[in-house]
């Protein structure tokens, strides 16, 4: 049984870092890509980033270029979103996601296969 686990989120200033994890296990687990979308309050899912797990290639949501950065510990079975400069908009519950095979687009969360439960992110301004 795949599973995907996320920590790290919590409660930040306007301006602050944060750094998410997202440990897969199971077996088999093979995955072309890993991303991170969010859920703001009233809000639908958005994409925030995704990585390719062979060859580490990245993609980032426009909000977030610049600000945040994906990568992965291959050895570990591990993503992370660093997030840096952080702003209010940017709260939301954070979600970690793999996908077996990228078939239409990396950016859309009906791409994905396997969720995590989710994290909350809150930035006081």
């Known amino acids: 049984q795949v599973q995907l686990v996320e920590s790290g989120g919590g409660l930040v200033q306007a301006g602050g870092s944060l750094r998410l994890s997202c440990v897969g296990s199971g077996l088999p687990f093979s995955r072309d890509a890993m991303g991170w979308f969010r859920q703001g309050p009233g809000k639908e899912r958005e994409f925030v980033a995704a990585?390719?797990?062979?060859?580490?290639?990245?993609y980032y949501a426009d909000s977030v270029k610049g600000r945040f950065a994906i990568f992965r510990d291959t050895v570990k079975n591990t993503v992370y979103l660093q997030m840096n400069t952080l702003k209010p908009e940017d709260t939301a519950v954070y979600y970690c996601?793999?996908?077996?095979?990228?078939?239409?687009?990396?950016?859309?969360?009906?791409?994905?296969?396997?969720w995590g439960q989710g994290t909350q992110v809150t930035v006081s301004s």
């Open positions: 996601a793999a996908d077996r095979q990228v078939r239409v687009s990396i950016f859309r969360a009906s791409e994905y296969d396997y």
């Open positions: 990585i390719k797990w062979s060859g580490g290639m990245r």
